[in-house]
């Protein structure tokens, strides 16, 4: 039976899978989702006692969710994950692809590549082959990755920002053919993002970084702020393959403009 949405509910009787959601950004997302009452897959790599924790938040507050361990750089991993959201919920209707990565030093050279572009495209299209009419796939990038042809990051960043953008470029390509099955792709781009692991890395990796962001930005956006940007993004009426940019985005357009 399918649960009636409502303006409260406007996920209600929907499945959500959200890739990297144990922490962080993507555990705020499927926080907010559930809340919209979809049924939620929280995804992570290793930390299973940590997506938990984000399940019984969501069982807490009357939502469903299950946990569900997968190394996105695994295709069978992947495709295990999704056909547990159609065994355990009866569809999957929208993919919030956050997982991302790369300033790791112990997974290899090529690990955010294999990542950041192979990992989301096989991820997108293992997902969307069970989707149906209405889907909606949303991508999260970086301004730093987003806007890397134009605008230059810090060179500890560069590689994982150059892989972030292959990856969006890998997914925009889709966009047509998913949109003839009626499934709409978004892509949400944000600032460096206040607590998240990636600027905590990169920070370390460059003191001062985040301090020289927040400076040229004005101020950063949180975890919170970002995580609501991101599920404002799953239910949007917007066109196919629409790009939303979320904060801090004007000093990267001016330069942009100036190329």
């Known amino acids: 039976m399918t649960a009636t949405t409502t303006a ?17 950004v993507g555990a705020d997302t499927a926080k907010l989702l559930a809340a919209q009452g979809a049924n939620v897959v929280v995804n992570y790599r290793q930390k299973a006692p940590r997506a938990n924790k984000v399940v019984g938040e969501i ?3 009357g939502g469903r969710a299950i946990a569900v361990g997968a190394d996105l750089t695994s295709p069978e991993d992947v495709r295990a994950m ?3 959201a159609v065994d355990e919920f009866g569809s999957l209707d929208v993919l919030v692809l956050n997982a991302s990565g790369g300033m790791e030093s112990d997974l290899g050279e090529d690990y955010a590549m294999r990542l950041n572009r192979d990992a989301q495209l096989d991820a997108l299209r293992a997902g ?3 989707m149906g009419e209405g889907g909606r796939v949303v991508f999260v990038t ?8 134009e605008v230059e990051t810090m060179p500890e960043y560069e590689q994982v920002a150059l892989s972030k953008r292959a990856g969006e ?10 949109a003839e099955k009626g499934i709409t792709t978004v892509i949400v781009s944000g600032d460096m993002i206040e607590g998240t692991v990636t600027a905590t890395l990169l920070n370390r990796a460059r003191p001062g970084a985040l301090e020289e962001r927040r400076e040229s930005a004005g101020r950063l956006y949180s975890v919170a702020e970002f995580a609501a940007e991101v599920a404002a993004m799953v239910t949007a009426d917007v066109e196919p393959g629409h790009v939303e940019l979320v904060g801090g985005a004007e000093d990267f357009l001016a330069q942009a403009s100036q190329r």
């Open 128 to 130: 969307t082959e069970l």
């Open 59 to 61: 069982e807490a507050a």
């Open 142 to 149: 970086s301004h730093q990755a987003h806007f890397i042809r």
């Open 82 to 84: 999704m056909k547990a």
């Open 8 to 24: 409260d509910q406007p996920l209600a009787g929907k499945t959500a899978v959200v890739t990297g959601s144990s922490r962080g």
């Open 169 to 178: 470029d890998a997914i925009a390509e889709q966009v047509p053919a998913l």
